[in-house]
């Protein structure tokens, strides 16, 4: 694929301070559009711009959309570094067949956050724990308002320099539990990574931050008994030194954080499950003492410890709000191997 590359004339300045997360973007991005006739062509990198849409563009009104979410890093010598990328490229493909969006070429999509993060690469910030957060997304744009799915579509990714995410290091979090709303069953779209899965989920999340919390913990949405995730993590819990987490069944996104933290518990000589666990495991273990560690896992965090649980009033404390042992070593190991610090025995890192 020949990919045009229209740079800007206007660079903007290089943030100073505190980057956050996802507020500020690079000063190019990457177009390639879908037609039945043409297929995925026009591949562009282009000065960061807004987009000029119809107002009856199928994504505003029925949702037809996807996204991904992955990081570059620079390492001590300078060099860029991608975590597993073909993993969300896989995704990105599982996602579009759900959704009915046309597949890309996945070497295309590899060349395309390549060369886009390559383009601006000067924007990737070095400061511990930063990254630069990849943003790819595709759009229906047929214009109309019939429901059907769309024949065009944009694919585009934005990049955003972005902070780290624990300014004062690994701090565990307070997550209530959701029994009333559901985020995702089975045969539904629980498993792409589609916007209007977090559309359905934000009264949760409301909800929990009126209460003081920091994320919601999703029951399954049938029986409201079984663990699938929480907020935009996957969810792992340590009982009697068991790693258990939930298997992947439709209604859970399969983060490549997850299956980074498996393979390498795994690899380490740790027992890990991957089944359905039910709430009332959590809390029992709890109460008779076998609860040793929860933790959340995701490409923003990496590893998120969970301090605290509340379900329907009931709080139970997990390992004294501290952070565990295996939190804080998957935690080290993951970011080392992203950063290329520490042995990577898988070869998850790629140097670009
Ligand atoms: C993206 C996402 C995750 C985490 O996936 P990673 O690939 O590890 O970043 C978990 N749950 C949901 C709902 C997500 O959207």
Request: charged fraction near 25%; aromatic fraction near 10%.
């Amino acid at each position: 694929m020949e990919i045009r590359i229209e740079r800007t004339t206007t660079p903007k300045a290089k943030p100073t301070g505190a980057l956050g997360f996802g507020k500020i973007f690079t000063d190019h991005m990457f177009e390639m559009d879908y037609n039945p006739e043409q297929g995925w062509h026009d591949p562009r990198i282009t000065p960061y711009h807004d987009l000029v849409l119809s107002p009856a563009c199928v994504v505003f009104h029925y949702a037809q959309e996807m996204f991904e979410g992955m990081k570059a890093y620079k390492d001590a010598e300078g060099k860029v570094r991608l975590f597993r990328p073909m993993k969300n490229i896989e995704r990105l493909n599982a996602t579009n067949e759900r959704m009915c969006i046309p597949k890309i070429d996945p070497m295309d999509a590899l060349q395309a956050i390549k060369e886009t993060v390559l383009t601006d690469a000067d924007w990737i910030p070095t400061e511990p724990g930063t990254s630069l957060y990849i943003r790819p997304f595709i759009i229906a744009t047929d214009v109309g308002l019939g429901v059907h799915p769309s024949k065009n579509y944009k694919f585009c990714i934005i990049l955003a320099p972005s902070g780290s995410y624990y300014a004062g290091g690994l701090a565990p979090v307070k997550i209530v539990v959701e029994d009333e709303y559901v985020r995702a069953v089975k045969g539904g779209t629980g498993f792409a990574k589609v916007g209007g899965n977090y559309a359905a989920s934000l009264i949760g999340q409301q909800k929990a931050e009126k209460m003081g919390y920091a994320q919601v913990l999703w029951l399954d949405g049938i029986e409201h008994k079984y663990i699938d995730e929480v907020g935009a993590m996957n969810v792992f819990f340590v009982i009697d030194g068991k790693v258990i987490t939930p298997q992947l069944e439709g209604n859970i996104l399969p983060g490549v954080t997850r299956d980074s933290t498996i393979q390498y518990l795994r690899g380490k000589g740790y027992e890990v499950e991957e089944r359905r666990i039910s709430i009332q495991e959590v809390y029992d273990a709890a109460k008779d003492g076998t609860l040793n560690e929860m933790f959340g896992t995701g490409t923003a965090a990496v590893i998120s410890p969970v301090g605290e649980l509340n379900w329907d009033g009931n709080k139970v404390i997990i390992n004294n709000n501290e952070i565990g042992a295996i939190s804080q070593m998957l935690y080290d190991d993951i970011t080392g191997i992203q950063y290329g610090k520490k042995e990577d025995p898988f070869g998850w890192s790629m140097v670009l």
